[in-house]
């Protein structure tokens, strides 16, 4: 497999035609041993086409593509050759799939090897024959793993599971193929383990593994916004102790079923948005470059800093910096708890703590994460930009501090960029790569390269107050805040943004960023962007009694001692008994505390539009390039459900006299380029 026409080996239409047409040959004249292997040194195949799935408007059609991909797997697995799949890169979806129609497979020990089925996440399941294959490699249990989740697995760990036949080296790959091929080809097996083909057992069992897989989304409608989490556990329920043939034809029927649904097609297009950001032209003008960065030093050893030197070890040496040896500990403290959680040694070995300023010339690139003080880091950069290298990139961790303040203390400006990285580091996907007025474009290129290598998809975003995804938080929040002074609950407004699929609400979100940050990034923002922005005097009052959130233990929320939301604060109250409210005269109307409960959805465009509304401000100002990195931002920096396809995209499925009357009657500004949400589809 070798495209010269794309990046990545695809299974698309051309390619499964040649596949077939090299069967036809195959069959006719079958060989001792067949190998499959790829010509491209990271990538083995990507999948199927995805843009053929997302074009598919009939199920009985999408059912019709997976059954050709599935008769192409049993080709070649009934052919009497010993057949090899070497898989070195990227082994996913239908590559796997095919993969395991060979008796062997060789895992190819290599950084980009990974073998997984990631379809879940793209609101589908596997249909060329892996929900059946899988099992029978790997058993049942860890099967329905790795299913259901979508995780990728090493080229030792396939191994290790089962899923391949033995991993090596590259330049082992021939006597391994050899050594494979003396083995014959694979006789069937009947997965394990024995007791879940007893009907009792096997109920037990896939009764918990629903109760686990959707535990998460336990406040959304699952059947309408993740379709394919229960037909895919329906789907493997039946399969147990079933013929192929019909469990074949069940795959095929089920994908047809889900390839059409709403979820599906938005699920591709975020897909396609994390890939645009992947791949947008700073990214590839910036690859060689970053490259180049072995070492990383990180200051701050806090829950942040910690985090991001765990981020920046997955490829690069990282010293963690710190004057206090108490915070030191406790951020090597939260690496190694990093390590244990996911089994990488590697990587917080590759992290060296300091108490001084040892290695700094070594340096490729310099990463802040201290108090969001602007005194405080000008102070720091003007002490660090004396003892690095003179190509050494400087990053500021800062979520809302200006860079150009920044970049104005030092002899050097172009090379300082603002990197913000969103909490907890390790897990948020979205980073945002600020450039200064005075930052070089090319060292603006080589941060959002850098950032891809480390896993992130980066949006560049210009130097403006908030940046993006913090400027339009913050009226969310407010909002959600307004709600609870007009009478409406806690539990009912988070509940209602939870119900809508939001990760968790606006009023537990201001918890977990920390109320005392709440109310300073609402000062900066107002006294920018004007009163829309500014937190409630209450909320101050609020702070300043210790009230601050999760960290405290006490915020709109109680939280146990492990950072678990508990029930609502009574304590809050006190502070809204002295609030007036003035009455509203809008269809947004919340009346006084005694307002009857508004109606979900009445709560969501509350909060949200404020959103929307400040999202298109910030586009027509240029802090964002496209709108379709907008979109990613959302999706990727705060959890906007994806199955809704992202917050233009699920406003852009209104009509449009309606969305300007909803916007007024919350005495919103009229965006002027509301025309921006024709791209991303018109009203149904």
Same mark, same amino acid.
């Given at each position: 497999?070798?495209?010269? @026409? ?51 408007? #009939? ?15 049993? $080709? ?35 950084? *980009? ?79 394990? !383990? ?19 897989? %959707? ?18 556990? =329906? %789907? ?11 469990? %074949?034809?069940?795959? *095929? ?42 070492? =990383? ?32 500990? $406790? ?6 708890? %990093? ?29 802040? *994460?201290?108090?969001?003080?602007? #005194? ?49 580091? !390790? ?35 210009? @130097? ?69 922005? /500014? ?69 969501? #465009? ?55 009357? /909803? ?7 009229? !965006? ?13």
């Amino acid at each position: 497999f070798a495209r010269e @026409d794309k990046p990545v080996n695809v299974l698309d239409a051309r390619c499964l035609t040649q596949l077939e047409r090299l069967l036809d040959t195959l069959e006719r004249e079958p060989p001792r041993v067949l190998v499959l292997e790829s010509g491209l040194p990271s990538c083995f195949i990507a999948g199927a086409d995805l843009d053929a799935i997302a074009a598919v408007s #009939d199920a009985g059609e999408a059912a019709r593509l997976a059954e050709r991909g599935q008769a192409l797997c049993r $080709r070649i697995e009934v052919l009497p050759s010993v057949s090899v799949a070497v898989v070195q890169g990227a082994c996913l979806g239908g590559g796997l799939e095919l993969a395991m129609a060979c008796d062997h497979i060789l895992a190819v020990e290599h950084p *980009a090897t990974k073998l997984a089925l990631p379809e879940i996440r793209l609101g589908i399941h596997p249909g060329f024959g892996g929900t059946v294959r899988l099992p029978q490699r790997v058993g049942w249990v860890s099967a329905v793993e790795l299913i259901l989740s979508g995780k990728g697995l090493s080229a030792r760990r396939a191994a290790r599971s089962g899923l391949a036949a033995m991993a090596c080296a590259p330049e082992q790959v021939a006597a391994a193929i050899e050594h494979l091929a003396a083995k014959g080809k694979r006789s069937p097996r009947v997965a394990g !383990p024995w007791w879940l083909y007893l009907p009792g057992a096997r109920q037990l069992f896939f009764r918990q593994v629903a109760r686990r897989a %959707l535990a998460r989304f336990r406040h959304v409608d699952v059947e309408k916004a993740y379709p394919a989490l229960p037909a895919t556990i =329906t %789907l493997l329920r039946g399969h147990v102790g079933r013929d192929m043939g019909t469990s %074949l034809a069940c795959e *095929a029927a089920s994908l047809g079923r889900l390839a059409v649904t709403p979820s599906c097609k938005h699920l591709i297009q975020v897909f396609h948005l994390g890939n645009a950001l992947r791949k947008q032209e700073a990214v590839r003008r910036g690859r060689a470059a970053s490259e180049r960065v072995q070492r =990383t030093a990180v200051f701050g050893a806090g829950v942040m800093g910690s985090g991001i030197a765990w981020v920046a070890a997955g490829n690069t040496e990282v010293d963690l910096h710190d004057v206090a040896p108490d915070a030191l500990a $406790r951020g090597m403290k939260a690496v190694a708890e %990093l390590a244990a959680k996911t089994k990488d040694r590697t990587r917080m070995q590759r992290i060296r703590p300091a108490l001084d300023d040892s290695g700094l010339r070594d340096a490729d690139v310099v990463i802040e *994460a201290v108090i969001e003080d602007i #005194d405080t880091k000008c102070a720091l950069w003007r002490r660090l930009e004396g003892e690095v290298r003179k190509d050494c990139l400087l990053l500021s961790n800062t979520s809302s501090l200006s860079i150009g303040e920044m970049q104005d203390k030092l002899r050097h400006p172009e090379r300082l960029v603002g990197l913000h990285f969103f909490n907890p580091a !390790p897990k948020m996907p979205l980073v945002e790569v600020v450039a200064g007025a005075k930052s070089s474009a090319t060292v603006v290129d080589q941060v959002a390269a850098l950032a891809v290598s480390w896993g992130k998809y980066p949006v560049i975003v210009a @130097d403006r107050p908030g940046f993006l995804v913090n400027r339009c938080l913050m009226p969310f929040m407010v909002s959600a805040l307004r709600l609870l002074e007009h009478g409406q609950k806690a539990e009912h407004i988070d509940g209602a943004l939870k119900h809508f699929g939001m990760p968790m609400g606006a009023l537990e979100l201001a918890d977990q960023v920390g109320l005392d940050i709440c109310v300073h990034v609402g000062r900066h923002l107002s006294n920018a962007f004007g009163a829309r922005f /500014a937190m409630p005097a209450w909320l101050a009052r609020m702070v300043d009694d210790g009230l601050l959130g999760a960290k405290g233990g006490k915020g709109f929320f109680r939280y146990d001692p492990r950072g678990k939301r508990q029930e609502f604060n009574p304590d809050v109250m006190r502070y809204l008994g002295g609030v007036e409210v003035e009455p509203r005269e809008s269809a947004a109307d919340v009346g006084t505390h005694d307002a009857p409960v508004l109606p979900h959805e009445s709560i969501v #465009d509350d909060c949200l539009l404020p959103m929307l509304v400040e999202a298109l401000a910030a586009l027509a100002e240029g802090v964002v390039r496209e709108p379709t990195h907008l979109e990613a931002a959302f999706i990727y920096g705060i959890g906007f459900p994806a199955f809704r396809g992202g917050l233009l995209r699920t406003f852009a499925q209104r009509p449009r006299k309606a969305l300007a009357a /909803a916007i007024e009657a919350r005495d919103l500004p009229m !965006p002027e380029n509301l025309e921006v949400l024709d791209a991303f589809g018109q009203p149904g």
